[in-house]
């Protein structure tokens, strides 16, 4: 039986950018195998309908649950941040609202840099990773889909991702902006995630006089990258080394601790940082050097508030396209939650039927058994389909139908 059936209330509980900056959001970062570990868990505690999003601008649990704050305890559980924390920076949707925030969410509409179409493909990440969990019920495959049904149609007739504006692009944007200090740059990439891939691929479509370096963990990716892009391969064991050699390093690692430490870099030196990591992977002590100037995700996002006033007049038609998308999954919803009470009212109908056919049968000889039953079959099903289009078209008062139902066919 489905979550909403068993009196849960639907929740998309978390915090983004809108409150929490990047020292706040780090400490609720998950990695993959946090949110694996986190899904889990929960689906042996009885929670089969829960997705985890965690990027650089946000991270949520979005499920059912009987009160919020068992979804709350799960997130501080597997992350380093508080309750107390939470508390102050967070948000908590319920029901249709968390729905809406979700489908929202999947547009871009609610993104740090307006409709950064990155979030489609973390998304689909976090879906694979609660599939794999096995905490995706028909709902959440409903509203996943419905979000991305509606994040497809802002696209196609928005211009709310025009220009792709997205984290990768303004690192392009931030370093040409700068040409005059960093004229022809010996650029180090240090990381080849998904953020630090389009990087790349932005730097050689935007930047051809500068040098491009990339490391990698693992150095075979790199390998792929540098045969489609032509870019430099170095090893991690020569990551030291090379910071020293580069102008600008921008660091799209993905792990929970400082990969770039202050020991690696010439104070001497002067070096433009980028970090596009969730939690920040460069030590903080860098930027007590002089000669260094280090640039984080918040700061990339406030230089490029310039660029978006095209995609701000976008705005109304992407609510429109929301609203509709919104309007359908809640119909979906509504018909759903009456299906049993609508089942329950056809078997009943059914005996009637059955009765009525038997005790009647000799004042109908002229009819066979059959017609008679494909006659009373054809009111039987006009009946449940006015019901469904009663609550389809009345969702406010479905609940009271689903009650009569219920009470008056048992």
């Known amino acids: 039986m489905d979550s909403f059936l068993k009196g849960n209330n639907f929740y998309a509980i978390g915090l983004s950018y ?12 998950l990695s993959k195998e946090q949110q694996t570990s986190l899904l889990e868990e929960a689906k042996i505690a009885g929670f089969n309908d829960l997705m985890v999003i ?56 609610d993104s740090q840099i307006l409709g950064d179409y990155e979030i489609v493909n973390q998304l689909k990440s976090a879906y694979d990773i609660a599939k794999g969990a096995g905490t995706m019920s028909a709902y959440m495959e409903r509203l996943y889909n419905t979000a991305l049904q509606a994040s497809k149609e802002v696209k196609n007739k928005t211009q709310l991702s025009s220009g792709t504006t997205t984290v990768s692009y303004a690192t392009v944007q931030y370093i040409k902006e700068r040409s005059k200090k960093y004229p022809n740059p010996k650029i180090l990439l240090f990381g080849l995630g998904e953020i630090g891939e389009n990087t790349a691929k932005g730097l050689k479509n935007h930047l051809e006089y500068a040098s491009l370096t990339v490391v990698n963990r693992t150095i075979e990716k790199s390998y792929v990258l540098s ?16 910071i020293k050699k580069s102008d600008v390093i921008i660091v799209a690692t993905g792990a929970q601790g400082h990969t770039v430490k202050s020991s690696m870099f010439d104070p001497d030196t002067k070096q433009l940082i980028i970090d596009l990591s969730i939690p920040n992977n460069v030590d903080e002590k860098v930027r007590e050097f002089s000669n260094k100037r280090v640039v984080d995700v918040d700061k990339l996002s406030a230089k490029t508030k310039s660029t978006f006033e095209n995609r701000k007049l976008q705005i109304p038609k992407v609510l429109e ?5 919104k309007d359908e999954f809640y119909n979906w919803v509504s018909f759903r939650k009456s299906s049993p009470a609508l089942n329950s ?22 009819f066979s058994p059959s017609e008679i039953e494909e006659v ?4 039987i099903n006009k ?11 009345h969702n406010g008062q479905a609940d009271l139908s689903i009650q009569v139902i219920e009470q008056v066919f048992k």
């Open 18 to 29: 809108k409150k929490a900056d990047v020292t706040i959001r780090s400490k609720f970062s």
């Open 54 to 109: 965690s990027t650089c601008n946000r991270t949520e649990i979005i499920g059912f649950a009987k009160h919020p704050y068992e979804l709350i305890s799960q997130l501080c559980k597997y992350s380093e941040g508080t309750v107390d924390e939470f508390a102050k920076y967070s948000f908590v949707y319920k029901n249709m609202e968390a729905a809406e925030h979700f489908i929202s969410v999947a547009t871009g509409l």
């Open 227 to 242: 045969k489609s892009l032509g870019v430099d391969v170095v090893s991690v064991d020569d990551l030291e080394n090379e």
């Open 321 to 325: 396209i929301i609203q509709k998308y």
């Open 345 to 366: 009212l056809k078997i009943s109908l059914e005996n009637i039927q059955k009765d009525a056919i038997a005790v009647n049968q000799k004042k109908f000889e002229q």
């Open 376 to 379: 009373t079959t054809t009111m």
């Open 383 to 393: 009946i449940i389909s006015k019901f469904a289009s009663h609550m389809r078209e």
